[in-house]
């Protein structure tokens, strides 16, 4: 492991502040779980590491007075997984506790996993596929991005290196009547290799279907059905075909997730 500066700001403001000091070489650490494995295979090498694990600002979890959850980006799978949620929020803490092992979800952060956006992350199907917002904060101060403006194309964030991942904001608690996420993995800690998360909104609103997994960004379908879903995602653009097993991933986590969603 390359050697490097620690620094521990004690605001949010004061991170951004000595990103934009140390320059690109310089790199936000919050809980470790896949900056310190890339550090320790040189994949990762910066020169400064910028703590954010005494910035109180940024962890816990509230409800906004539009009714937003309000989830700060270094929330622990495990607060979020406690977290006192109601509605369809409950399926945020559902998610939160069900990926990787104990010290994982102990260390690792929401706003980790989003910043690292590694394809096969649980929540990057999350966030896309319920359509929360992502606060972004820079030197001239914060900017709310959809998903789709967060996360790369490709593969990655739009992040600029002087910037945080502030908060996460998810719709109010009746934006939908119910979410349902289901992913396949090979063991219980290993990430997913498909994932999918139907979303159904009250009224005729209809339900939203997003696959995650497959793909460098999770895919909002436009289809309904899981045949021609699988036909979608198989087709969208950004990475190399879907190989047979991952289109039968998909259309049966699609089946089950629109069996659930529906009550039937
Ligand atoms: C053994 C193992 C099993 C796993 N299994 C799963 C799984 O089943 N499902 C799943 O979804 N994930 C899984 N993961 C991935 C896990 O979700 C992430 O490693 C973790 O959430 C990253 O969060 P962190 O706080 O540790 O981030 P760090 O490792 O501290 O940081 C990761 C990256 O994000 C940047 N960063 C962190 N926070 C911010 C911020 N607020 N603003 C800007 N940049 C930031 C860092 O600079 C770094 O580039 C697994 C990881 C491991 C090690």
Same mark, same amino acid.
């Given at each position: 492991? !390359?050697?490097?500066?620690?620094? +521990?700001?004690? #605001?949010?403001?004061? @991170?951004? /502040?000595?990103?934009?000091?140390?320059?690109?070489?310089?790199?936000?650490?919050?809980?470790?779980?896949?900056?310190?494995?890339?550090? !320790?295979?040189?994949?990762?090498?910066?020169?400064?590491?910028? #703590?954010?694990?005494?910035?109180?600002?940024?962890? /816990?979890?509230?409800?906004?007075?539009?009714?937003?959850?309000?989830?700060?980006? +270094?929330?622990?799978?495990?607060?979020?997984?406690?977290?006192?949620? +109601?509605?369809?929020?409950? %399926?945020?803490?559902? &998610?939160?506790?069900?990926?990787?092992?104990? $010290?994982?979800?102990?260390?690792?952060?929401?706003?980790?996993?989003?910043?690292?956006?590694? $394809?096969?992350?649980?929540?990057?199907?999350?966030?896309?596929?319920?359509?929360?917002?992502?606060?972004?904060?820079?030197? #001239?101060?914060?900017?709310?991005?959809?998903?789709?403006?967060?996360?790369?194309?490709? /593969? /990655?964030? +739009?992040?600029?290196?002087? %910037?945080?991942?502030? @908060?996460?904001?998810?719709?109010?608690?009746?934006?939908?009547?119910?979410?349902?996420?289901? !992913?396949?993995?090979?063991?219980?800690?290993?990430?997913?290799?498909?994932? &999918?998360?139907?979303?159904?909104?009250?009224?005729?609103?209809?339900?939203?279907?997003?696959?995650?997994?497959?793909?460098?960004?999770?895919?909002?379908?436009? @289809?309904?059905?899981?045949?021609?879903? @699988?036909?979608?995602?198989?087709?969208?653009?950004?990475?190399?075909?879907?190989?047979?097993?991952?289109? %039968?991933?998909?259309?049966?986590?699609?089946?089950?997730?629109? #069996?659930?969603?529906?009550?039937?």
């Amino acid at each position: 492991m !390359k050697a490097f500066t620690y620094l +521990t700001p004690g #605001s949010a403001e004061e @991170a951004v /502040g000595l990103l934009g000091q140390h320059g690109p070489q310089a790199q936000v650490i919050a809980g470790g779980q896949s900056l310190l494995l890339a550090m !320790k295979t040189r994949t990762a090498r910066p020169s400064a590491l910028v #703590s954010l694990a005494g910035v109180d600002d940024l962890a /816990g979890v509230r409800l906004a007075a539009s009714g937003e959850l309000v989830v700060g980006a +270094t929330t622990t799978y495990a607060a979020l997984s406690r977290a006192p949620l +109601t509605g369809w929020h409950t %399926e945020i803490a559902a &998610v939160a506790g069900n990926l990787a092992d104990r $010290p994982v979800r102990t260390m690792g952060t929401i706003g980790g996993a989003l910043c690292d956006a590694g $394809p096969r992350y649980d929540m990057l199907t999350l966030v896309t596929g319920t359509g929360a917002r992502l606060e972004v904060l820079g030197p #001239s101060g914060v900017r709310t991005l959809s998903p789709g403006e967060f996360f790369a194309p490709g /593969g /990655g964030t +739009t992040l600029a290196a002087d %910037e945080i991942l502030a @908060a996460i904001r998810f719709p109010a608690a009746d934006a939908f009547t119910r979410v349902v996420f289901a !992913k396949f993995r090979q063991r219980t800690f290993d990430a997913a290799l498909a994932s &999918v998360l139907c979303a159904a909104r009250p009224g005729n609103g209809g339900v939203q279907i997003t696959v995650g997994a497959v793909r460098p960004v999770p895919v909002v379908a436009t @289809a309904a059905d899981p045949e021609a879903v @699988a036909a979608e995602v198989l087709d969208a653009a950004g990475g190399p075909p879907l190989v047979q097993y991952q289109r %039968e991933l998909v259309r049966t986590l699609t089946a089950q997730t629109l #069996s659930t969603v529906n009550g039937s």
